[in-house]
Structure formats: C-alpha cells, structure tokens
C-alpha cells in the first residue's frame, strides 16, 4: 500500500483584516486563517461592516486602460484510482528552457518619482503649511509641492478633481525632530514627546513583547531604529518608548545627528473622488495598523511616488472604486505595502512592492507583506514587482469577486507568493512566482497546509494558469479549510483549475497538490489539474500530496491526476 502520513492542523490563532477610516467612520473585517476538526473558529466569520455605496463612473484623469475580465474553466470530474503498491514507470520529457532570471538590478524597475511628468500649478513651498493651502484651495486645483522636505502637521484633504504633485523631488514627511537630549546611564533621553499610551491592534510576530502595534518610529540620520520593549535592552540601533513616562530613550549618542520621530498618522486622505498624487515621496506617517499613509477614494490615481517608511500600509484603496495606484516605489512600511478593501474595479499596476514589514507583524498568518485585497470585485493587481517582504507577497483574502492577478513577478516573499483564501471567480495567470514561503517565523512551516508558491484556500471558480513557479516551499497548494457562512453562503473550495503552469520542486518536502480538513471535504472532481509542466529532482521522488498521501509522478497520474501533464528533470 502506498504510503501516507497523518497531518495534524493546527488552527491560526491570528485574524487577517484591512481597515479603513473614511469620513471619521473606523471600518473593519477580519476573519481567523486556520482550520479546525470540530468546526468554525471564533472570528471565523467575516463580515463587511459599510453600508452599500454608489458606483461613480471613472473620469478622464484616469487611466482608462480595460480590465482584465475573468475567464472560468468549468471543471470536469477527474477519475480517482487507488495506488497500488506497484510504482508505473513515467515517460521522461524533454528537458524545457530554464525560467527566465527574475532577479532584477537596483533600479531596473520603472517606478517611482522618476516617472512624474512636469508640475504646472500652485507652487507649495517648504515653508507653507500645506493642509492650510489645500484647505484654501478651490476644487481642481493643481498643486506642486517645492523640491525639498514639507513637514505635514495633519493629514492633507484634497478636494475634488485636485492634484498634488512634485518633479522637484519633493518629500512630505510625518516626522518631527527630536532635540534636548540628555545622556541618561549610558543612554540618552528625551522627555515630552510621546502621546498617552494606547491600546494594543494587530499581532506581532513576537507575541511575548507584542510591541509592533506601536506607532512612532525613530530615524536617526535617516536609518529606521528598532523598538526594543524595555529600557534595559536599549543598544546602539536601538530605542525605547516608555508611554507611561513620557520619555524616549536612545541607545547612540545624538550629539550632531540628526533624530526624527514619526508623529502625523496619515499623509493624504479624503473621500473628494476624482484625486491625482504624482511624484511625491511620502515618508515617516505614524499610521495605526491596517490603516494607509495615503489612502486612495473612487477615480484616484495615484502614480510615480515613493512610499516608504510608514509604520503600518503604505498605500490602501477603500471604496475606491476605478482608482489606479500604478508606477510607485512602496517599500520598506512597518506592515504592509498595498491595501485594498470594499473597491470595485480597483487597479493596482507596474509598482514595486518591497521590504514591507520592517516592524515586525506577524509574518504568517496575520496581514502583514506586500499586497492585500479583501471584500473587492473586479480589477487587477498586474505588472507588479513585488519582492523580499516580510509576509504574503500577493493576497487576497475574504469575499474578493472575479480579480484577476497576472503579470506580476513574485520574488523572496517569507510566506505564500500567491494565496487566494475565501474568494470565487478568480483568474491567476502569467506570473512568475520564486522563492517565496521560507520564512521561519512563528507559523511557519514546510507543509502544503503552509502554502507554497500558489495557495488556494477554500475559495470557488478559481483558474490558475500559466504561471512559472519554482524554488518555493512548495509549488502549488490546494487547500480546504472549515470557514463558516459568508455572504455567498458556505465558505467552500469548488472548481479549482490548475493549468498550463510549469512549477519546479526540488529537494526536501516541497510538493503539490490538496489538503483537507474533517468537515471541508472537496467531492470528485472539483480540482482539475492537467497540461502542466513539472521540473522535478527525481522521477522517483514523491512530490505530490493528496489528502496527507505522497505520490511519484507516475503514481500521480495513475491516480488520476495531471495525466496529460509532462514530468521532467532538471
């Protein structure tokens, strides 16, 4: 009898969400990752907290490029057949050409200021209060900011049709310095610049000092310091903030340095529709979790920027219907890159998506990495460079409808390159998805419940095509989780179609394939895998999975499974 394994699931204690704050109003949705035998988890039921919106229609100033539509394979059965204990030989394959080098040079990416076209309109200089302007500002004026630093004192509103612009390099920073330092037993400190202490939001990747959620940063000389939780463990790179008494202490002498501390939550944001930001770069926002340094409305655009350094999102479109956030550096935030909820035909294109997480969210299974969509229908993540961040790379999770993400290349991501949980109607297509889900945080871990280089995750009428896959913690991963009732109903996976890919997997235990949990069964035939290409170590090796069994490549086909699929080494 072919051998098989017992796996042993343990339920995520994390929730997943995106928040949004629109007109005052504090928005959430969350819903638990993990499965569980004895049915739904607590929090395992996401809800959608905003009442219906009307749809604008998009206006000239954005770009008016179609959305990619979805398009279904309907599922077939498969047959299933037994393994028996007799190995069927496979037919090698010719060797195909190796993937194409994904690893680009510093720069090589087109995105970012660099991009901005030539600002005409009314000038803000560095010494003018830039909120005070806009504010004073007639709807669809255009702005541009004065090469330089602007120091933004409260979040940015602009009015309808309005642009907010720079091709002088302009930085709008939340920061303020920090002086009156005083050496303090072998640190130093200074006094009266915290707000009061506030609760804590969000989960860390380390549980037990739990400081993440934190939201002032310190840069000294422009380098990001990292948090400790208690004075004692202050060292050079390092600060604590001690709410209670008002106090931040340092762990390098700031004499003839500068010292900022990110104060101001959110850069630019109002619920005007029709907004452009172009050319800026947006720093050093102390933004609570789940919530943007810019958040985009409906027929934003927001291109060619650089966001960067924020504590929590860097970017978030909410019920931004028609917005495109394209061409823009987004890296190195404390949580996550992009954030996307409640958005119809929202478009997220040709940005480069890197290093986020720098504050330690927990990198498994809660939001933290490059890209999340939630509760969103239709549009597009495409053309994206999204690499080494400390998470997901791409995700969408909970109640997205017919999104497409294609194009896009998906590089050194700690957790899943790709993971599509709790969605319908999805296409993923063209991608190329390397050495992503290494990580080796809390949650972590090598098997297909783990992810892979694709995750699909109790999602329904999912094609996943074309893809090039190699050198993940497992190539694509097919999973069936209890998640409770939805608005769609049942939470299930059904008519998952995994076609014309080619996914390598060598060494170790990656693999390919389902897993189930008691309760979330997937009946015959609702997986449908055929016409890809598998690069593997050994013909001999087992790097396929089904429901806790391992097969060869000729025992996968024997099964039933990709049996027009080709199997080769190399």
């Known amino acids: ?54 749809t604008p229609s998009p206006t000239a100033s954005v770009p008016t490029t179609p959305t990619p539509t979805p398009t279904t394979t309907s599922a077939t059965p498969t047959p299933t057949a ?39 309109g009314t000038t803000i200089g560095t010494d003018q209060n830039a909120a005070d302007v806009i504010d004073k500002a007639p709807t669809g ?21 309005s642009t907010l612009a720079s091709d ?29 202490a506030y609760g804590m939001s969000g989960q860390c990747e380390d549980n037990v000092a739990n400081i993440c959620y934190l ?22 790179g390092t600060f604590y903030a001690d709410y209670a008494g008002n106090a931040v202490y340092l762990g390098d002498n700031p004499s003839g340095q500068s010292v900022e501390m990110s104060k101001t939550p959110t850069a630019i944001q109002s619920g005007a529709t029709n907004v452009a930001v172009v050319g800026l770069t947006v720093e050093h926002f102390a933004s609570t979790p789940q919530s943007g340094a810019v958040v985009l409305a409906s027929g934003w655009r927001v291109y060619a920027n650089d966001i960067r350094w924020n504590h929590a999102v860097g970017a978030m479109l909410v019920n931004a219907d028609g917005a495109v956030l394209d061409k823009n550096l987004i890296r190195s935030n404390g949580q996550l890159g ?48 999204i690499k080494e961040n400390r998470g997901v790379g791409l995700w969408s999770d909970a109640y997205d409808d017919g999104r497409v993400f294609s194009g896009n290349q998906i590089i050194d991501n700690a957790a899943d390159g790709i993971r599509y949980e709790i969605g319908r109607n999805g296409v993923i297509e063209d991608n190329v998805i390397t050495g992503n889900g290494l ?31 190699s050198g993940n913690v497992n190539g694509i991963s097919i999973q069936s989780r209890t998640r409770g009732n939805g608005p769609w109903g049942l939470n299930v996976l ?10 390598t997997m060598r060494g170790g235990t990656t693999s390919t394939g389902m897993v189930q949990n008691s309760g979330a069964a997937i009946p015959t035939g609702e997986v449908l895998l055929k016409g890809n290409t598998y690069i593997l170590d050994s013909l001999t090796a087992d790097r396929f999975q089904k429901f806790g069994q391992w097969f060869s490549a000729a025992e996968w086909k024997a099964a039933g499974l990709d049996t027009d699929s080709q199997f080769t080494t190399g």
Not at 89 to 95: D, M
Not at 150 to 156: A, D, Q, V
Not at 359 to 382: C, H, L, P, R, Y
């Open 82 to 120: 037994t393994p028996t204990s007799t190995k069927p030989t496979a037919t090698p394959t010719q060797t195909p050409t190796a993937p194409p080098t994904t690893t680009l040079p510093p720069g090589a990416f087109p995105a970012g200021p660099s991009l901005a076209p030539a600002c005409k």
């Open 439 to 469: 990580g080796t945080g809390r949650g972590s871990g090598r098997s297909l419940w783990d992810g892979g280089g694709i995750n699909v995750n109790t999602s329904t009428n999912v094609v996943v095509r074309n893809n090039t896959v």
């Open 1 to 54: 009898m072919k051998k098989s394994v017992t796996i042993i699931c343990v339920a995520a204690a994390g929730a997943v969400a995106l928040t949004g704050i629109v007109a005052g109003t504090r928005t959430n949705m969350a819903s638990a990752f993990g499965q569980d035998k004895s049915g739904v988890l607590p929090g395992d039921r996401p809800h959608k907290p905003w009442p219906p919106r009307h």
């Open 215 to 236: 939201r002032e940063q310190l840069f000294l000389n422009g380098k990001h310091l990292t948090r400790v939780k208690t004075r004692d463990k202050v060292a050079p």
């Open 338 to 385: 992009v954030g996307q909820y409640s958005t119809t035909n929202g478009r997220i294109v040709g940005n480069e998506v890197s290093g986020n997480n720098t504050d330690g969210f927990w990198i498994a299974d809660w939001e933290s990495g490059g890209i999340k969509t939630t509760w969103s229908t239709n549009g597009a993540v495409s053309g994206n460079l």
């Open 494 to 503: 059904r008519d998952v179609t995994v076609t014309g890919n080619k996914v």
């Open 141 to 161: 004026t255009t702005f541009c900011f004065s090469a330089g630093l602007h120091r933004i004192n409260r979040t940015l509103q602009p009015k309808a049709n």
């Open 168 to 196: 002088q390099g302009a930085v709008l920073t939340g920061s303020i310095p920090l002086t009156n330092w005083a050496a303090d037993n072998g640190d130093w400190v200074t006094r009266g610049v915290l707000p009061a």
